[in-house]
Structures are given as structure tokens and as C-alpha cells.
């Protein structure tokens, strides 16, 4: 599956982003399809989560609250809704997916053989 990542931008603290995630190559459904973050000088982290579209999605501590992952299934996309966005949400944000995740390493980036080419997200204080 190829996966295209896109939506990233340059936003003041408190503002809002919607990243897109164009899936390609086999079928969309049968993918967990969950985002990461990497910032300058930190390891990759999870950032959002739903295994199969299961309607049960999971995120980092960090962004519950703030960031909503969802999916539409026609259009073979996975978004990533970021509000009340924050200096320490800046990173580079990726797409990854997977056929074979399960609920104990939906966060974990080695489950993941697909990922996308990242998009920047800056946010200013």
C-alpha cells in the first residue's frame, strides 16, 4: 500500500490543522492506518489510532482531547483533525499502515511496514 500524507502548514498556538492520509495499492479497509509525530531531535511517537476502524481509537496523552482521527472509507483517506494546536505539537507528522496490527501495538512505530512520506506541522507561540 502506498500512502500519501498532506495538510501540514505553518499555524499560530491555538489554531486548527487537518492532515490527510491518501491510501493506494490495496484495499483501504483491511489497514489500520494510524499517525505519528517526530519532532527535531525525538523519536517517532504515536500520536492517534482506530485498529480497523473499529469506532474505538486511541491517542497519545499528549493531544486527547484536542486531535480527532477519522476515516472515509470511499475516498480511501485517513484525516487527522488537530485543534487548539500548541509550540510542542511541532513535528513532522506521518501516516503508517499495517494489516497485522493489534490492539497492543497499535502504538508501537515497528508495527508498521507502510508509512508515508511526513508532512510539516509548525505551530508558534
Do not use: H
Amino acid at each position: 500500500v502506498q500512502l500519501q500524507a498532506s495538510g501540514g502548514g505553518l499555524v499560530q498556538a491555538g489554531g486548527s490543522l487537518r492532515l490527510s492520509c491518501v491510501a493506494s495499492g490495496r484495499p483501504f479497509s483491511s489497514y489500520t492506518i494510524s499517525w505519528f509525530r517526530q519532532a527535531p531531535g525525538e523519536e517517532r511517537e504515536f500520536v492517534a489510532g482506530d485498529k480497523n476502524n473499529s469506532g474505538y481509537p486511541k491517542y497519545n496523552e499528549a493531544v486527547k482531547g484536542r486531535f480527532t482521527i477519522s476515516r472515509d472509507r470511499p475516498k480511501n483517506t485517513m484525516y487527522l483533525q488537530m485543534s487548539s494546536l500548541r509550540p510542542e505539537d511541532t513535528a513532522v507528522y506521518y501516516c503508517a499502515a499495517d494489516r497485522s496490527v493489534i490492539g497492543s501495538t497499535l502504538a508501537s512505530r515497528t508495527a508498521y511496514a507502510y508509512w508515508g512520506q511526513g508532512t510539516q506541522v509548525t505551530v508558534s507561540s
